[in-house]
Structures are given as C-alpha cells and as structure tokens.
C-alpha cells in the first residue's frame, strides 16, 4: 500500500522526479567518472610500466615513483656497472622527457639496443624503429589520438620529429626518442632518469636488489611488484584529496536537491499529510512514507547515473583515447551507498518536519 | 451504562502570539454508544474544535475527556494518534481524499495503517452498503462529489471505528447527494450501532439525527 502510494506520488510529480533522479545520477555518475578517471589513468601508467618487461627499476637517490616528478638525471655509466651485477640479464637507461603536445605525457629517451633487450623489442603496427636523431615512435593509442600516420612530422620539444613507427601501447611510455637527442634537449649529457633492470630469471630479483642497494646505497631500488603496488592513490596524498573534495561535492549536490525536492514535496502535500495523520499514522509512518520515497527516486537516480557513467566512460575514450577510465564494482558499490545516504540524509529533515506538523493545520492547509 | 463520550468543563484556548482565543468555554457532553448526535451553531462556536478533540486530533487545554475509557488527561500526542487509528473514523467537508490513489486504496490506505491488515468482507459490505463498487477504481479527481464523500464514509468506517466523527459532511454537497450522504451515515448508524457524531449548519441534516445540540460561544446551549 505505502509502495503504491509513493510510486503514484512519483509518477504525479514528474518534474519533481525527473531532477531529483537527474542529481542523484549526476552524483553517481561524478564519483564513478571521478575515481574511474584518476584510477584508470594510475593503473594504466602502472600497467605500462610493467609493460616494459623489467623486474628492477633503479632511480636515483629521493627520485619519485611518479616518473613526471623526476628531474636529476643518474649518470649513465652506473648502467655499465649493474651489468656486472648477478643474475642481471639486460639494463635500459631512458631518459624522461616531459610532454604536453597531443596530451600530457612523458617521452621516453631510449637506446634501441638496450631497450629492446630489456622489453623483448617493440610491436610494429607500420614503420619501423628509431635511426636518425630526430625520429620518434608512438604508440598506436597516441597516433589515433592525433591522427599521426608514419612520415608525418611531430613538433615537440621546440623541435619536428619525424614519425618513423608506431607500435603497440604498453612498453613504458607513448613516445620514444633516441637517448642523445633526449639528453642534448635537456642538457643532461651522458645521463639517465632511471635503469630498467632485467634478471635473468624472476626469481633472482631480490639477490639482484640486495646486490644493487649494496653497489649503490643511497638510490631508490624497487622491484616492479613494490612499484605496482604503490601506484595507487593512496600514495598519492594531493590525489586522495581531490578525490575526497570532488565526491563531497557529488554528494552536496545529491544531497541539496533531494532535500529541496523532499521540501518542497512536503510543504505540497501537507493537506495529504494531515489526511494520513486524522487516519492514525503515526509520526515513524509519516517519516518513512518520505524516506522510502526518497530512497526510490535516489535507487533510479542510481541506476541512470551508473549507465550514465558507462556512456561517459565510451565518450571519453571515443575523444581522448590516450585516457583510461576504470569503472569497477566496488566504486559502484560506494557511489550507491554515498548516494542512498545523501538521499536519506537530505529527506530526513522534511520527513521529520512532516511528521511534527500539526493535524488540525495540516488538514486546514489550502 | 458508560457513556462512549464524556465531557465536563472542557476548554481550549489557542494562543496566537500574545492573544487568548477561546475556542471552548466549558463544555458538558455525554454521549451514548450508538447515538446519532447532531452538533449545530453559528461559525466559530467551538464545535470543529469539540470534533477535532474528540477524535484526538488536538488536545484540550482544560477539563476532562473521556472518549470509550480512554482518559485525554493522561494522553500524549503518540497516545492520541494511536486512539484515533483505533477508535475514531473522520468524515469532513472538504471529502480529504489522497489525490494520487484511487477510491479501493483510498478506503484500504485505513486498514494499512490500523496494521490488523485487508479485510475482505468489510471492504465488500462497505462498498456495496454506500453504492461504489463501480467507481473502486477511479482516482478523486474522476469522481463526483457525492461520490467522493461516500468513498471517504467508506475509508471511515472500514476499521470498524467506535465513533465516526463527521465534520459538515454535506457541506460541498447538492441536496440530491447531501440526502444520500445522510442516508448512508444514518444506516451505517443503524445496521452498525455506528455512534455517530456530526457538527453541521444545515438544519435538514441536523434533523436526521436521534438528538440536536446546540453550541454558542464555546458552550453547549441546548441537549
């Protein structure tokens, strides 16, 4: 009967309903774009990172794990000595170079050679690898992006670059050039922003690291396992704090416009109230009457800002294929639990407001 | 036997800022069950508020009220709101129907919040007793209002009230269905032993009752 009675009143109110689903499925489908977007975009760094195929990463001393941060380079020769290392089958030295043609990226200076070694060599989709000092590869995310075909020309870095490959994404970074022209654009002659280290079998990669803490004391050595499992953004104090501020806003949102649409819905339907009161019902009737209403409008607001949150993640890919959006379960999960309590938080006021007016008043409400 | 209403000195007085309104001046009421009493007087004599206290809708500020053993004295608001969802069946002018459900929830929305559940063969003898078996499933708004008002006698009297409180019940009513409405609450009186009270200006409806009372200035001038 109270189900009857709140659908009937939702579908009377049309309007009503439709913004109150509306905000609560924006809400919803902030936190997902939100989260889906910082996260998505950390785990496919971290993804292409471990794309690279190396079970070290030696950076130096204070480097960060976020790549872009970095800025003192290592001087390349330590590569030459961590060869000599145990059980180390292949070092890369790349030099960061950062990006924000086409989208904000890093571009990897390489050594072919080496690199190559170290990932098991690039996927060519056309073209073919890195020979004159001013070609760059992409990966093929980043061509479709800016719609590059081989032989174009890149201008980045104050400088053309020819596009002489493009390969598959998921070998370190989106754009690679040759390691002298990258240390010729930076100044940083003879240097490196982090080795990529290669054991010969997974297994020796703690020996390996006890051996390279030992050559090189005061460097930030991670195995690929410790660097995966902190790039999340719970290492990433600024993040977790954007994070926070744009949900407390997605939830502001839900929560100020179920409140006015339950306001709003009261002071109309005072007459009605006062009606169920002359019946009997008691002020716990009349409080979840409103609350299940709101409930029902915020589980619609749900579900649409769910699918809504599908179609943002395929539009966003379809503009900006560089990007990631993760959409998992568990943030579907918390959406519609900050969602369901926003709404319930913001009807509860109006619903008690309702079920202390006074019977005699509400009956006489024109 | 004991009487179903009884009232001695009983006064309201509503406070609007800083001025006393009295209501009702002191008013003696006994009412037997199974009674058809009239409430008759000018606007403002105190009887929608002598109805609104007998059916617990609002307290008085003094005196005593009993209403089937049910002291008001020793009643809060949660008290009163579960006497009147046991033992009080509101009538009013203005029918309060729920716009957004039809005349079969209408009626069934009293049973729901009694909470002893739907039952059957009230709802048919009720429905069939006031003539709207073909209209169960039309909202207010597609309804007469003759219609309207005896789906609200219905909603009324489903729940087997000890006392159906009626407040100018034909008040927005035609003579046609002002006399059909009557009708209905007086064979409602008579087949149930309904008590019945019903405050009204119309003398004609006020006649159809067992016993007239009058009411002036928040007292009872005439039993």
């Known amino acids: 009967m109270v189900n009857r009675m709140i659908l009937n009143n939702i579908l009377h109110r049309p309007i009503r309903t439709a913004v109150s689903v509306l905000a609560v499925a924006i809400e919803v489908g902030m936190v997902m774009t939100v989260v889906g977007l910082t996260t998505g975009l950390l785990h496919e760094t971290a993804k292409r990172v471990e794309g690279v195929g190396a079970d070290i990463l030696v950076q130096p001393p204070n480097a960060s794990f976020l790549f872009a941060f970095n800025s003192a380079p290592m001087p390349i020769k330590v590569g030459e000595r961590l060869t000599q290392i145990p059980h180390v089958l292949a ?69 053309d670059f020819r596009v002489v490959g493009i390969v598959e994404h998921g070998k370190g970074a989106r754009l690679f050039i040759p390691l002298e022209t990258a240390e010729d654009l930076s100044g940083a002659r003879d240097k490196a922003s982090i080795f990529f280290v290669k054991c010969t079998e997974l297994g020796y990669s703690e020996d390996t690291i006890a051996a390279i803490h030992q050559l090189l004391p005061k460097y930030q050595i991670l195995s ?25 806003i997605a939830v502001g949102i839900g929560f100020l416009v179920i409140f006015l649409s339950m306001y709003t819905t009261i002071t109309e339907r005072t007459r009605e109230i006062g ?35 599908v179609i943002v993640r395929k539009l966003i890919l379809a503009y900006f294929p560089t990007l990631s959006v993760d959409l998992t379960m568990l943030w579907a999960f918390w959406a519609a639990l900050l969602a369901i309590g926003g709404s319930l938080l913001g009807a509860f006021y109006p619903a008690l407001r309702a079920a202390q007016l006074d019977p005699v008043d509400a009956l006489a409400y024109e | ?45 105190g009887k929608s508020t002598l109805l609104h206290i007998l059916g617990g809708l609002t307290g008085p500020t003094s005196g005593s009220v009993l209403v089937d053993g049910n002291d008001f004295r020793s009643m809060d608001d949660a008290d009163r709101t579960r006497f009147r969802r046991h033992k009080i069946g509101f009538v009013f002018q203005r029918f309060n129907l729920l716009p957004t459900l039809s005349a079969r929830h209408n009626i069934a929305i009293a049973q729901h919040i009694q909470g002893n559940g739907f039952n059957p063969h009230r709802f048919e003898a009720i429905v069939d007793m006031l003539g709207i078996r073909e209209k169960l499933d039309h909202r207010p708004y597609a309804l007469s209002g003759g219609e309207q008002q005896r789906v ?72």
């Open chain 1, 91 to 159: 070092v890369a030295p790349v030099l960061f170079q950062f990006n924000s043609v086409g989208g904000i990226n890093i571009i990897y200076g390489i050594e072919m050679e080496s690199f190559d070694r170290v990932t098991g060599g690039f996927v060519y989709h056309s073209g073919g690898p890195l020979a004159g000092p001013y070609d760059i590869l992409v990966d093929d995310w980043f061509a479709k992006a800016n719609h590059l075909k081989v032989g174009r020309t890149l201008n980045m870095l104050n400088h």
């Open chain 1, 224 to 248: 690929i396992k410790d660097y995966m499992s902190m790039m999340t953004s719970n290492n990433l104090p600024a993040l977790n704090a954007f994070i926070t501020t744009m949900i407390a």
């Open chain 1, 275 to 309: 009606i169920l009161k002359s019946l009997g019902a008691s002020k716990g009737y009349i409080i979840q009457v409103i609350l299940r209403e709101a409930g029902l409008l915020s589980a619609v607001g749900i579900v649409a800002g769910l699918g809504g949150s």
């Open chain 2, 1 to 45: 036997m004991e009487p179903i209403i009884a009232t001695q000195d009983l006064k309201k007085i509503y406070r609007l800022g800083k001025i006393h309104v009295p209501a009702l001046r002191g008013v003696d009421l006994v009412v037997q069950e199974g009674e058809f009493v009239a409430v008759v007087g000018p606007s403002g004599c």
């Open chain 2, 152 to 223: 609200a006698v219905a909603r009324a009297v489903i729940c087997e009230p000890k006392i159906l409180l009626a407040d100018e019940p034909t008040g927005n009513l035609d003579t046609e269905n002002s006399q059909a409405v009557l009708n209905m609450i007086r064979e409602l009186n008579r087949s149930f032993r309904q008590t019945v009270l019903m405050i009204t200006h119309n003398p004609e409806a006020a006649a159809v009752a067992d016993r007239i009372v009058r009411m002036r200035d928040g007292r009872v001038i005439s039993d």
